[in-house]
């Protein structure tokens, strides 16, 4: 999952920072305000296999690409989050820890997270099982208990570790399918 957003040059938005760094709540509450103060902002993703296919960090790349080709402005200038280059056809640069040193970064940052979770809470209910909605796709205790008991969904990476060494132990895809 990632984001793009262009803010007015204007727009200070209180409690805009890295969003790993407030709660859920907090970046829900700044959704509306962001969105609002935008000039244009834009979400892309990547799914579980395609991640599997090209793996997690070209993956992102895509997903960061789909975001800018999405946004209604094209930017004159792309700042990243991160080392790694999308490729993109129009000047950008790499900066790392740019969600917590650059406000459009940081609300970019906030959309794809909370795009993210809504996008969890809804798999949640299409797959009840897995506790999407509490651990979010992230390998926590609960998610690494809930493959064992249940097996593998058709949302789970072939390539995330857990279900990987479950279908080595197996030797076949596993029955949540």
């Known amino acids: 999952m990632a984001a793009a957003v262009i803010l007015q040059l204007d727009s200070v938005i209180p409690g ?6 407030i709660s859920p709540s907090q970046r829900r509450q700044l959704v509306p305000e962001i ?35 999405r946004l209604k402005t094209t930017p004159s200038f792309v700042l990243i989050d991160g080392s ?18 650059f406000p459009p970064v940081s609300a970019a940052s906030i959309l794809a997270k909370t795009y993210r979770d809504r996008l969890m809470i809804s798999l949640d209910r299409r797959y009840p099982d897995y506790g999407f909605k509490v651990h979010k796709g992230y390998g926590t205790r609960l998610h690494i208990h809930n493959l064992k008991k249940f097996g593998a969904s058709r949302l789970h990476r072939k390539s995330f570790r857990p279900v990987f060494e479950l279908i080595r132990e ?5 029955p949540g399918i």
């Open 170 to 174: 197996n030797q076949e895809w596993l």
């Open 16 to 21: 805009l920072t890295d969003s790993k760094k």
């Open 84 to 101: 790694a280059s999308p490729g993109l056809p129009i000047p950008h640069k790499c900066v790392p820890r740019a969600d917590d040193l």
């Open 35 to 69: 969105k609002s103060r935008s000039l244009a902002w834009a979400v892309g993703l990547s799914w579980p296999l395609e991640i599997d296919r090209v793996n997690i960090l070209q993956a992102t790349l895509l997903a960061m690409n789909r975001a800018v080709e």
